[in-house]
DNA sequence: GGTTCGTCAACTGTCGACAGTCGGCTGTCG
DNA sequence: CGACAGCCGACTGTCGACAGTTGACGAACC
């Protein structure tokens, strides 16, 4: 046997481009930025204090993620959001999550359970003190964890993006309605279904589930951000 | 009324990290850039006459595609492919097409039958006289079809990046053994519950047939990349 | 007054340069 | 002969610079 681990941790060297893909992605998740805002490469790199280089690094991975659009000569913008956006959105998402839900019952084990238990009772012991984004973000690791529990990379990669684009839509909504504690124990029906292996039953809760959300945000977002109106293009 | 367009086309002027991206992609899944082989800079950029700096945001790009990974201060590198990977992407694959086949069958009409049967027709026709790859890809642009005609942009997009790495995988097998003709045909089932507006049997005909491919290339490619012996690691 | 043209500032697209780092090679020493 | 330190080439990370384009503003002209 070697010892357990060399004493010293490998000097991380971090990566500009991971940073600034951070900052840009925070900025966006917490409505600093705004969607439909342009994101002006020389100015985002001085606030920062590198150059520009990085900067399009880090708004060319964005872009693929789908958070920022490039208009070609005209710069990186935040990706707009419509009702329809929201509506692909959750129809993938719900597509994922049924999959996720899948594989985490089939593989669920005693430690899986336990952590997927703590999280609930977090969220509901928690819940009242926190403000709108951070219940979010408790009711999305709760998800997240699914994803990892699924032993799937791919999913849990493609999740994580769909996750940062719901709390740039949440953000985007000035209040929330709903009670938080509800919420929180809506999760236990889901976690009942994992622990009993009944895959039919934890996928239809998964889509109740997520068929609920979507239609909450949905209403939220047409009632807060009426569609511009868009007036008939002449023929 | 007025005339029907502008004799102009605006002149386009092709993004030069556009053209890197489609190059760089078009070598993987052509498989002159084969999983784990590194992708120079410079040397990229000398053989396509442009600086380093447009291959840095394509290879950034490709990094969130998942086609290269970025090992820092090493450069970027094609993804390596094994079972589990092929395991997780069929996996989210099979979500996904049930989503897009689901959609596709509450939103059809006769032009949309038309195009899927027209294709599946080009492809009973035509297979024979192809090579693997371009039966692929007629193939994938059948659940292409069913992507757009579910009328979710979010799902086209997802499925356009799993069709790339499907072709990156089929460029790797060296032989694939399956009747063209009958692969054509088994389309044939899931267009049929898509024309009865039959959810759940397009669901289950999706199922089967993308599980179908899902093991087939499993075995192709155990049975032709073995698994590098890996070493107990000391624990 | 409304339209058209020219000017201009701002910003993007692209490039070459430079410093820092990593891994391999070599030569030396035990 | 093997281990180890030091050197060196290759390549990445980052930067500043320059050219080209775009949209806006304002002047000239019908």
Redesign the pocket.
């Known amino acids: 046997m070697t010892l357990s681990a060399t004493p010293f941790v490998p000097?991380e060297?971090?990566?500009?481009?991971d940073v600034i893909e951070a900052e840009l992605t925070r900025a966006i998740v917490e409505g600093r930025l705004r969607p439909g805002a342009?994101?002006?490469?020389?100015?985002t790199?001085r606030q920062m204090?590198?150059?520009?280089?990085?900067v399009?690094?880090a708004a060319r991975r964005m872009e693929r993620q789908g958070l920022l659009v490039?208009k070609?000569?005209?710069?990186?913008f935040v990706r707009e959001i419509t009702v329809k956006e929201i509506d692909d959105l959750y129809g993938v998402r719900l597509a994922l999550e049924e999959c996720a839900v899948a594989g985490a019952c089939a593989r669920i084990d005693a430690a899986g359970i336990a952590r997927l238990q703590a999280q609930i009772d977090l969220m509901c012991a928690e819940t009242l003190g926190l403000t709108p984004p951070q219940r979010i973000q408790l009711d999305l690791q709760f998800h997240l964890m699914l994803c990892e529990l699924s032993d799937n990379e791919r999913l849990l990669r493609l999740f994580a993006t769909i996750e940062t684009e719901v709390r740039m839509i949440i953000a985007l909504l000035d209040n929330h309605y709903q009670d938080p504690l509800f919420v929180a124990k809506a999760h236990q029906p889901i976690l009942d279904a994992i622990i009993a292996q009944d895959e039919a039953a934890a996928r239809a809760q998964m889509r109740e589930h997520i068929t609920s959300a979507w239609h909450h945000v949905r209403d939220l977002f047409t009632s807060q951000h009426p569609q511009p109106f868009r007036e008939n293009e002449p023929s």
């Open positions: 000097v060297v971090p990566d500009l481009v342009r994101v002006v490469e020389a100015e790199a204090g590198v150059s520009r280089a990085p399009r690094e490039a070609p000569r005209h710069g990186f």
